[in-house]
């Protein structure tokens, strides 16, 4: 009888154990990522820093971009002019077993929609469904890419 309310506190505490639902993760972080994209297209560079966490790595031709605002300052050159210089979509969600981090990765492609790289995301949950990339990547095309591209507009629809 005096394991009782240990066990009425363990009961208590499961919902809080229980599994993340990963699907609607991922969904979210579709979501945001596409969400991301759509700043570079509507060229809202408030939009895109928004989007990005405070101590995030951004890595380039160049030194790596750390933090919010040297990633911003190092980006405002894509928002300048009408059109955007590239674009992108996810075409893959992978998100940890515990809910905390995901991974997005899709093509990259020019004004024309010529594929021209790929990027890959590290994504950061920092509040119930509100993700914030953490590390970015984009790097050349590859051979498998261009052999088996995912069509345009795919990863966002």
């Known amino acids: 009888m005096r394991n009782v309310p240990f066990a009425m506190l363990l009961l208590a505490a499961l919902p809080a154990c229980a599994a993340p639902d990963l699907v609607l ?34 890595f380039g031709a160049k030194e790596p971009l750390q933090g919010r605002a040297a990633i911003v300052v190092g980006w405002k050159r894509y928002f300048d002019g009408a059109q955007a ?23 990259v492609r020019d004004p024309a929609g010529a594929l021209i790289g790929r990027f890959g995301s590290v994504w950061r949950q920092e509040a119930p469904g509100q993700w914030r990339i953490i590390l970015d990547r984009g790097v050349p095309l590859g051979d498998a890419d261009r052999q088996h ?8 629809a």
């Open 25 to 58: 993760l991922r969904q979210q972080v579709r979501a945001a990522e596409c969400s991301f994209a759509a700043s570079m297209a509507h060229r809202d560079l408030a939009a895109f820093e928004a989007h990005v966490a405070e101590p995030a790595v951004f």
């Open 85 to 107: 210089p590239f674009s992108w979509e996810p075409d893959q969600i992978v998100v940890v077993a515990d809910g905390s981090l995901a991974w997005s990765s899709g093509l």
């Open 149 to 156: 591209p995912l069509p345009a507009g795919a990863g966002c």
